[in-house]
């Protein structure tokens, strides 16, 4: 009986490092790339086999289950420590994946009345639910509108505000084979102050699409190093990607996260498939850059697999 416990107990601290390491592995292969989405899992497994060592008096096994315990913890208790700024907020963006179009469009604005939001970032929107929006007061509150709907596919972006905006050409380098569905991008003015916004949405990683997937993410890498240093900008909607993920990792990087930001801590947007199971991992954020996160969160909504997300900012 104490070899099989100790067979098991092994068993599953090796499982549980394949898990947790597989998220330094930039790869496409897809059973990587889905093993990287499940990183809380192993912060949560390891906590539970470290009780489980104990109370079996496994005491050879403690001391690697601890050490592994500890690495797994120590990366993940800094997000559910806020570091939000204080000063008056004078900017909210939200984003929601519309699944295609199914979304509640009540329910949508319900949320962006109770988060009184300046710039709300759709994807997956076809003519169909926009039109629901509008006849909900989106047309009302959001006046000036970027983007396209397109019907029955994934690939309808818009972005709706309430400021002033400018839509920003696409460059003539883009890759649109990387990324078929529409990233908007416009310039605001916020209190007189411009702002960068682009709407985000890689394709999903599927079997036979991981390279575009990954493509997707560096090319939105290469659009974030070529805005100036110093111009403040928000990048927002479905990225398909957590920080499980190299290139996520690459294309956050000196960026905030305003969930994490806000010490929201495992923070889950999706899949949201009734009441099967609960979501598992972020694949929706808001990063932006020159700007002060004041709060952040997340909103769940009918018609959808993803919750939407919203931050409010205060301008440096």
Same mark, same amino acid.
Request: net charge neutral; with cysteine; aromatic share 8%.
């Given at each position: ?7 098991l107990?092994g ?5 549980? #490092? ?8 930039d ?6 790339? #889905? ?11 390891l ?5 489980g ?6 005491? *050879? ?8 315990a500890?690495?797994? *913890? ?11 700024g ?12 519309l ?23 759709? @994807?997956e929107a ?12 989106l047309?009302?509150?959001l ?8 019907p +029955? ?10 400021l002033p ?8 380098d ?35 699409? @991981?390279?575009? *997937?990954r493509? +997707?993410?560096a ?15 928000v990048?927002?909607g ?5 920080f ?18 806000? +010490?929201? +801590?495992?923070?889950r @947007?999706w899949?949201?498939v009734?009441q099967? *199971? ?8 808001v990063l ?14 009918h018609?959808s ?12």
């Open positions: 009986m104490r070899r099989r416990l100790d067979a107990i068993t599953l601290l090796v499982l549980l #490092v394949v898990v947790g390491a597989s998220r330094w592995v790869t496409t292969w897809r059973p990587v790339v #889905v093993l990287q989405s499940l990183g809380p899992f192993v912060v949560v497994g906590g539970l086999l470290t009780v060592t104990v109370l079996l008096r496994r005491w *050879w096994m403690l001391l690697p289950v601890l050490a592994c500890a690495v797994a *913890w120590g990366m993940a208790l800094p997000t559910f420590f806020a570091h939000t204080s000063g008056e907020p004078n900017l909210t963006v939200m984003a929601a994946n699944d295609q179009g199914r979304a509640n469009a009540d329910q949508v604005m319900a949320a962006v009345r109770a988060h009184d939001v300046d710039v709300l970032v759709l @994807t076809t003519p169909d639910v926009i039109g629901r929006l509008d006849a909900a007061g047309a009302r509150l006046g000036n509108r970027a983007g396209q709907a397109r +029955g596919t994934f690939t309808g972006t818009m972005i709706f505000s309430r905006m400018t839509a920003v050409p696409e460059p003539s883009a890759a649109p084979a990387h990324t078929p569905s529409l990233q908007p991008e416009v310039d605001l003015t916020v209190d007189g102050r411009p702002v960068r916004v682009k709407a985000a949405h890689p394709v999903a990683p599927l079997p036979g699409a @991981t390279d575009q *997937w493509a +997707g993410l090319a939105l890498e290469h659009w974030k190093q070529g805005v100036p240093a110093g111009e403040r900008l990048l927002t479905d990225f398909n990607a957590s499980g993920h190299p290139g996520f990792r690459a294309l956050a990087s000196g960026l905030v996260d305003a969930q994490r930001a806000a +010490g929201l +801590g495992w923070v @947007t899949p949201v009734g099967r *199971w609960p979501p598992f991992v972020a694949l929706d954020h932006s850059r020159g700007l002060s996160v004041i709060d952040a969160g997340q909103v769940a909504f018609g697999d993803h919750f939407l997300v919203w931050a409010q900012y205060a301008l440096d």
